[in-house]
């Protein structure tokens, strides 16, 4: 089932999908250096620029060594291109795309006449027009992190969510607060479906039980929390579910299999993470450390030998606990230094990301604080709001903004005015349902919407600039849900606390909120600087649609 589920993990930075396509591509983006590029039986090869400053992630200088080779001539000339560049990043391709606004070319030790022709055969062969791709960590590699302007420092919440564990086969079923059930179409009372979980959930109201669809079997309870066994026959309701796309995962098994072994289900009503290890715990030691990694669990998990204790990594926060079923407890302010000791070539060192004052740590700061952009034409207006009734708007605490409570679109109300923020873009209306024209000045009053917000994400898209015809917005990671915390380390989302209130919400629009950043649990969520951001762990423990 795709909707009305709450708060699947998509987009940016975070699904593995999207997160495997930014690998794939990042080869095809900077194939390498040197290039060489010919024509006419002229030659130019052009070798890895040397970085020398890259302002404000826009404008780049560089230098690059280069040879050309003209006519039959047999003898390569060397020479230097000294470059000044704009630069639009592309981080699904993990590259920087660079036009010249200026370029000098220089033959040292050649007559000018000589070295005017062999700038001829280069503009010939690579005019100055021509967009170049380089790596993003080639680019980065040649920055000093001081010199750049960094994504500001919030205070994110630390306290660890319900943690699960079990050593046999498990699943989590996470609701945004208490279960709520609506019928599957109106006018019907025969069969509900959950609609605040990412699991196919199901009440058959003559039998009184719930059937929930895990892979290609079914489990059957009377309670929501159990005990769940295997269903050996599906209710007469759920063979006759609306025939539309929305209901197509869930047709396609209506076959019931008997499962070969019944999972623990654990159900949590607030956000929530699950431990799973292959039988009990076995350890792989980290070479220099005290620490031993859990190597049984696609979760990120260490006994420190050092004081006895469990450290688990999740959203970039580490918990603690003397025992792999808990209690945990926030660990992230003051982690044993042991975890910046790992080795770079071990394969948990991905870890140091979310390690304070780590090198990786730094990097990972840097890397959220390089902007992407999106360029629109202001006569291409294809964004639409739709509310489940009249539009109703809340004001956000501390703020002299209000936020649109019953639509899944990021929208506000400022001084009269209606702006929305969709896929990186901003959007000012006269009226909460538009019409809608491109906004080429964001109020400030936006940008004070805090991070105990659902809606702090938008803080992170501005106006990088505007023409008559044209207008260019920047965001950086933040709108992705990747917040520097205060620690110097970035982390996804605000937090339990963030969650919980969400979850516990008076009103019924609680499911609006726009997926994931604010939940920051029940996807076993982890940062991986060679992917370029947070990823799911995506494993079926987690559900159908790849997390909370």
Partial sequence: MKTPHALLLVGSLLTATFINCSAATAEIADPGWPRVFTKEGNQLTVYQPQVDYWKGYTYLHLRCAISVKAGR???EAFGVAEIDAVTVVDHGARSVKYTPTRRDIRFPNLPDADAAALRAVVDDLKPMSDITALSLDRVLAYVNPDEQPQQRAVEVNLDPPAIFYSSKPAILVMFLGEPQLKPVEKGRTDLLFALNTNWDLFYDTAGQRYFLLNQDNWLTASDVKGPWTSAQKLPEALSSLPADDNWADVRRHLKAKKAKSVPAVFVSAQPAELILTDGDPSYSPIKGTRLMRVANTDSVVFLNTGDAKYYYLVAGRWFRAASLDGAWSAASKDLPAEFGK?????????????????????????????????????????????YSGQPQFKPIEGT????????????????GTYYCCDQGVWFTGATAAGPWTFCTSVPAAIYTIPPSSPLHNVTYVVVQSATPTTVVYSQTAGYSGEYVAASGVVMFGAGIVLGAIIANSDDDHYYYYPPPIHYSYGCGAVYHHGYGGYYSASHVAY??????
Avoid: R
């Avoid at 903004?401 to 929208?411: G, L």
């Avoid at 559900?543 to 909370?548: K, Q």
């Fill in 73 to 75: 001539s047999k003898q």
């Fill in 342 to 386: 790992i080795p770079d070539s071990d394969p948990a060192a991905f870890v140091k990301a979310s390690v304070p004052g780590t090198q990786e740590a730094k990097d990972a700061v840097l890397l959220s604080s390089v902007p992407s952009t999106t360029t629109v034409s202001i006569t291409n207006v294809t964004v639409q709001v739709v």
């Fill in 400 to 415: 002299t903004v209000q936020y649109a409570v019953n639509t899944p679109k990021s929208v506000f109300l400022v001084n």
């Fill in 543 to 548: 559900g159908p649609y790849g997390g909370g």
